[in-house]
């Protein structure tokens, strides 16, 4: 049987005290209009910031930026703009800044920074790896995550590979802006640097000039044993260390490339007159080839004359002249039979020579000098003349990281360069730079002696960004950064 139901009387005095109840809503729906006004509220306040005081106003900015500007944007902190593309129309729906732009932006002030390899297959956003608004410092560091988002993942740099086996081999080699300084050149593997690994203590690649066995091509005859062997006598009053012959530049980086007059004259001078000690043929300098010596040469009684003028302080023509054929006499019979002065001068390279002005031995009837053949490679030209092969000495060797010597300052050269049996830095692939008896040896230190700082346990910084630059691409390298210009020796042009 159905409740009996009430009629309107007995309706009406149940809400007789209460005649708005129909205009009162259920605690739910009550709350639901509620949100919808809060909702329509910031809606027009955000309009109202948007009509009247437009994208760069302060007001916005502490409405909607995440946090403070680094310090080497602060100049235009306030200038969102810079960075976001502003919103042309309001529209509620998208985020008062767009996002998907801001690398375009970045581009507009940092140019040259777009591209990393030219077989990359996927660009990587200049914001996953540089963050703002974290606060006045500087930006942070990039994190090796980012790194490893591509050289940590097969697919990735499967693909890349494969993009990498169409691109001229120019696209990938390494060369320094104006020619500055000497790449070192290794061959390009076949599938590019694309080996997969995640961290440098762990499976990063063994450097190159060590897993391949590669070798200096330089053709600079040059053996560190000997020089190093501690039987050369000093010069003046200076032993011959490494520091003799490697200075460091003015960054503390590098050093300093190799030059004849600095590091080799004193010993070898170019002394073809065992009477004259500073009469002495001209080394080429930077840019000058042999030929000026050869000039030098074929005009030897002009030379001889001008040295008895300038240096002996002859003045009569007679006494010059008769000064000329003595020491013209001297260097004929310094000239083998059959053999020419210039043929002697270039191509002799006895290596038995007595380099009197060093040892303790008495000067012999043979000049100090045998020969350019005992440092160079000479050849002979098309037309008869010897041709001396430049000598081309690398700069820079682990042409794709950096490393700078300053930091590690309180390290023995040693230590890295020829560690011995029993010390951390000793391992199968170790330099030897006192053993080294050729040019050909690239004494460097390989992976393993770097892993023993480098690393969890050794405790020193080592991110990839702190032996690698990543907006440095192939094929001309920035020397921003990473180094100094090759410096002139004095007296050089
Ligand atoms: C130097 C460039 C730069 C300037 C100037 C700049 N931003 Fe940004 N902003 C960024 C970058 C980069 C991001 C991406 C987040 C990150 O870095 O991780 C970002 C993210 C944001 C976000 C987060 C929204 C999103 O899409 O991720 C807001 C909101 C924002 N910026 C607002 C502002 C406002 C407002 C201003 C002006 C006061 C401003 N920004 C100025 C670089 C800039
Ligand atoms: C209006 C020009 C401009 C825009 C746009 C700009 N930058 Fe910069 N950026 C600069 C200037 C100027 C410096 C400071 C350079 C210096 O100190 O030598 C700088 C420095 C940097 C540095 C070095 C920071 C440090 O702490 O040393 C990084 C990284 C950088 N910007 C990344 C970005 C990124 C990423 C974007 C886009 C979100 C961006 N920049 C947008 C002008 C700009
Ligand atoms: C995969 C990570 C990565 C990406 C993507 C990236 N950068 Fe960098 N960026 C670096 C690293 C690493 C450095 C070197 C920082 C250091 O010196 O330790 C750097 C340095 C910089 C510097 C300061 C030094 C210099 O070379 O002048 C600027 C400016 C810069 N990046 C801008 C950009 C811009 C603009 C983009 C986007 C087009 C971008 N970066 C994308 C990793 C990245
Ligand atoms: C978008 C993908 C990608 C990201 C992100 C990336 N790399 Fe690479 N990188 C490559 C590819 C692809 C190659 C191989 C180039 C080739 O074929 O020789 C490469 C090669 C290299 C090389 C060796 C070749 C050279 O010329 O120097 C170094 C070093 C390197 N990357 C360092 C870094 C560092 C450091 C980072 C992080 C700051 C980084 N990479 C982030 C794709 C990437
Ligand atoms: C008398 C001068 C002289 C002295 C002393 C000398 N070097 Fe050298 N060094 C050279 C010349 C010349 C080259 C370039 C020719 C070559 O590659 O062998 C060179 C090249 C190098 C290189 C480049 C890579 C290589 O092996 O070719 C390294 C590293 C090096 N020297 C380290 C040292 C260290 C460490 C010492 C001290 C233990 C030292 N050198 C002492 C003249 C010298
Ligand atoms: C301190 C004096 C001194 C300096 C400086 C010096 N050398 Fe020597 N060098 C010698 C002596 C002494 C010998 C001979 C050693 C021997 O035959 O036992 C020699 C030998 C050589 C040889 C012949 C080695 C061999 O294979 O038999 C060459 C090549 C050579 N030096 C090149 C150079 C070059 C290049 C430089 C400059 C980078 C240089 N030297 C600097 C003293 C020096
Ligand atoms: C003791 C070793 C030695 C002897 C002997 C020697 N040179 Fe050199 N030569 C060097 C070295 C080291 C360099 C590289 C450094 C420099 O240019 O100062 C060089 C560089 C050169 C260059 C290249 C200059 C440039 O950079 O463009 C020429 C050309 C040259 N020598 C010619 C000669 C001739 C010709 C002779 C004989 C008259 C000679 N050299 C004798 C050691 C020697
Ligand atoms: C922490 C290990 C370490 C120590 C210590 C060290 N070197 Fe090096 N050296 C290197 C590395 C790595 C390179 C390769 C740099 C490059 O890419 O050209 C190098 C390169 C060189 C070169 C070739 C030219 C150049 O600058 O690249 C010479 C010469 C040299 N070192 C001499 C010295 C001398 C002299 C000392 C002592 C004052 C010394 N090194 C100490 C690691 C070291
Ligand atoms: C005995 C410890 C030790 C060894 C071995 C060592 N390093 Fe370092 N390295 C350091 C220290 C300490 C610093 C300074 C770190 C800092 O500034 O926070 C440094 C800094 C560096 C830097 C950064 C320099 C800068 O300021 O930009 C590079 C690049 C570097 N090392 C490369 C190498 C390489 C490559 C090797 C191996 C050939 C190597 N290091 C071996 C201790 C070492
Ligand atoms: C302590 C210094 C150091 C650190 C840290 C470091 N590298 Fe290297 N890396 C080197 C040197 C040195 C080479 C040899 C460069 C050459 O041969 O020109 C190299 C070579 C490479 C190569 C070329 C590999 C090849 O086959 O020759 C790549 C790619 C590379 N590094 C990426 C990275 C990445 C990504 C990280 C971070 C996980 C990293 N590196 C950390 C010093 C370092």
Redesign the pocket.
């Known amino acids: 049987m159905p409740l009996p139901r009430k009629n309107q009387k007995q309706i009406a005095q149940k809400y007789a005290e209460n005649r708005g109840y129909f205009r009162r809503l259920h605690s739910f729906r009550q709350a639901r209009r509620l949100v919808a006004l809060v909702c329509v509220m910031i809606s027009v306040a955000v309009a109202w910031f948007y009509l009247h005081n437009g994208r760069s106003s302060p007001r916005l900015e502490a409405f909607s930026s995440s946090g403070e500007i680094s310090q080497a944007h602060s100049q235009f902190a306030k200038d969102c703009r810079q960075c976001h593309d502003p919103v042309e129309k309001l529209d509620l729906l998208k985020p008062a800044v767009a996002s998907a732009s801001i690398d375009a932006n970045c581009e507009n002030c940092h140019t040259r920074h777009t591209f990393h390899q030219a077989d990359v297959v996927v660009d990587h956003s200049c914001t996953a790896c540089h963050h703002e608004h974290l606060g006045p410092g500087p930006m942070q560091p990039v994190a090796?995550r980012n790194?490893?988002a591509c050289?940590?993942d097969a697919d990735i740099m499967a693909a890349s590979a494969q993009k990498g086996r169409h691109l001229p081999a120019t696209d990938f080699q390494?060369k320094f802006r104006d020619n500055l300084l000497v790449a070192?050149q290794?061959p390009r593997?076949p599938l590019g640097?694309?080996?997969v690994?995640?961290?440098?203590?762990g499976d990063?690649?063994?450097?190159?000039?060590q897993?391949e066995h590669l070798t200096d091509p330089n053709t600079l005859k040059f053996d560190h044993k000997i020089h190093l062997s501690g039987d050369i006598p000093e010069v003046e009053g200076r032993k011959l260390d490494c520091a003799y012959c490697h200075k460091p530049d003015s960054r503390g980086a590098y050093m300093q490339p190799i030059s004849f007059a600095k590091n080799c004259q004193a010993c070898h001078a170019l002394q073809i007159d065992p009477t004259l000690s500073d009469f002495q043929i001209p080394h080429p300098t930077a840019g000058s080839s042999a030929n000026s010596v050869r000039d030098f040469l074929l005009t030897l009684p002009t030379q001889y004359a001008t040295y008895a003028a300038e240096k002996k302080g002859l003045t009569s023509s007679a006494q010059i002249a008769a000064f000329v054929n003595r020491h013209m006499l001297v260097i004929r019979r310094r000239v083998r039979q059959g053999a020419d002065l210039e043929k002697e001068v270039f191509y002799a390279d006895d290596r038995n020579i007595d380099l009197g002005g060093v040892s303790s031995m008495p000067m012999r009837e043979r000049a100090l000098f045998p020969g350019c053949a005992y440092c160079h490679e000479v050849r002979t030209s098309a037309a008869q003349t010897p041709v001396v092969t430049k000598p081309i000495t690398p700069d820079r060797?682990?042409?794709?990281?950096?490393?700078d010597h300053s930091a590690h300052i309180t390290m023995t050269c040693e230590s890295c360069h020829a560690p011995v049996k029993g010390s951390p830095l000793y391992s199968a692939t170790s330099p030897n730079v006192l053993q080294s008896e050729k040019t050909s040896d690239i004494n460097l230190p390989d992976?393993a002696s770097?892993?023993i700082c480098?690393s969890a346990q050794g405790g020193v910084?080592?991110?990839?960004?702190?032996?690698?630059d990543y907006h440095n691409p192939a094929p001309v390298r920035d020397l921003a950064g990473i180094s100094v210009p090759r410096q002139t020796a004095p007296g050089e042009k």
């Open positions: 090796d790194c490893a050289h940590g390494v070192f290794p593997p640097y694309t080996q690994f995640q961290s440098f203590e990063h690649p063994a450097f190159q000039i897993a060797w682990y042409v794709h990281a950096r490393f992976k770097c892993v480098h910084v080592s991110t990839c960004a702190t032996c690698h």
